[in-house]
């Protein structure tokens, strides 16, 4: 019963990605792209892992990850180039997006990795702590924790 | 999101002074749990999502209130059935830290959607970016030394 329990559960969570995938109300950079006409003056909500590529007197070149790349026309004040960046930006037709509002993300990758070390000692925490036992199938409290 | 040290540090600082008066055999290992609550919805989503960002649209709902709920159900039953009970109630509010402390920080494309799936609407407070957080870890580090020292000397004190 508790295996058949947790299999339910498992489907819903899959379930919720998959609705995820139908519902969500983002459009991304390659939404745009795929039907410029559609999109036209629309704002684009979602980005991956957006970093700015080269920088030019009226924008830069916005590179992502298992996206597309598109031009940005924006201030180019306080921009460096290979850091993250979070927009607000409005696509046009023509093939690029003018940003409305932008913020430089200096310290992501700092955040990235210093957000392992907890990883690894409530990890560490949890082993120490509890024991999966092999007879009962359940994860149990250590008889020293 | 804020990093996880802030997440972890800060779950220290509210969970800890509840051992204040006693502490049962249960309540360092349901600590232990509130911590792994409060860094679940991004060890489950944000590594898929840095490593292969098309993710994001999968994994997302495991970064709500909902998913989660859903996930704490699940990690619940695989415990012995004694502590099922108290390990959801520790994962779960754990996980709810987490969406809270996440609500604090700035967005400037989406917020947080604590109704998801039955709405879209976004919540949140945007007081701080993210990178922004990273500089007070200082602070969690130095507030978690304090409650230590006091913490360790009523111990001492009353035994």
Redesign the interface.
């Known amino acids: 019963m508790?295996w058949i329990?947790?299999l339910l559960?498992?489907i819903?969570?899959c379930g919720?990605?998959?609705?995820?995938?139908r519902?969500?109300?983002?459009i991304s950079v390659a939404d745009c792209l795929e039907d410029p006409e559609a999109y036209d003056g629309k704002?684009?909500?979602?980005?991956?892992?957006p970093l700015i590529g080269e920088i030019f007197a009226d924008g830069f070149q916005l590179i992502?990850?298992?996206?597309p790349s598109i031009r940005v026309y924006a201030d180019t004040t306080g921009l460096i180039s290979g850091k993250f960046v979070?927009?607000?930006a409005v696509f046009h037709k023509q093939g690029y997006i003018e940003v409305r509002?932008?913020?430089v993300?200096?310290?992501?990758r700092?955040?990235?990795w210093?957000?392992?070390?907890?990883?690894f000692?409530?990890g560490f925490?949890?082993l120490k702590?509890?024991r999966w036992?092999q007879k009962?199938h359940?994860?149990?409290?250590r008889t020293n924790? | 999101m804020p990093?996880?040290?802030t997440?972890?540090a800060l779950s220290h600082l509210v969970s800890r002074p509840f051992e204040w008066r006693h502490q049962k055999?249960?309540t360092?290992?349901m600590r232990?749990?509130f911590?792994?609550g409060t860094?679940l919805p991004?060890?489950l989503t944000?590594p898929w999502?840095?490593i292969?960002?098309?993710t994001?649209?999968?994994?997302?709902?495991?970064h709500t209130p909902?998913?989660m709920l859903?996930?704490c159900?699940?990690l619940m039953?695989?415990?012995?059935?004694d502590?099922r009970k108290k390990?959801f109630l520790a994962l779960y509010s754990g996980s709810l830290f987490h969406f809270f402390l996440d609500g604090l920080q700035?967005?400037?494309?989406?917020t947080e959607h604590w109704l998801y799936?039955f709405s879209?609407r976004g919540f949140g407070l945007h007081i701080m970016?993210?990178?922004d957080i990273?500089l007070l870890?200082p602070v969690w580090l130095f507030l978690i030394v304090v409650l230590e020292i006091i913490m360790r000397g009523r111990k001492r004190i009353h035994g």
């Open positions: 508790r329990l947790i559960l498992f819903t969570v919720l990605g998959y609705y995820n995938t519902t969500s109300p983002w704002l684009v909500t979602r980005y991956r892992e992502q990850k298992n996206a979070g927009m607000r509002s932008l913020h993300a200096k310290r992501r700092y955040k990235i210093i957000s392992v070390l907890p990883v000692l409530v925490l949890c702590t509890f036992n009962t359940c994860v149990e409290l924790a | 990093d996880l040290v997440h972890v055999k249960t360092v290992p232990i749990l911590y792994l860094i991004d060890i944000r999502y840095i292969y960002p098309p994001m649209e999968w994994t997302y709902p495991l909902f998913g859903i996930i159900l699940m039953l695989f415990f012995k059935s502590l390990a700035t967005h400037l494309t989406y799936p879209w970016w993210a990178e990273l870890i």
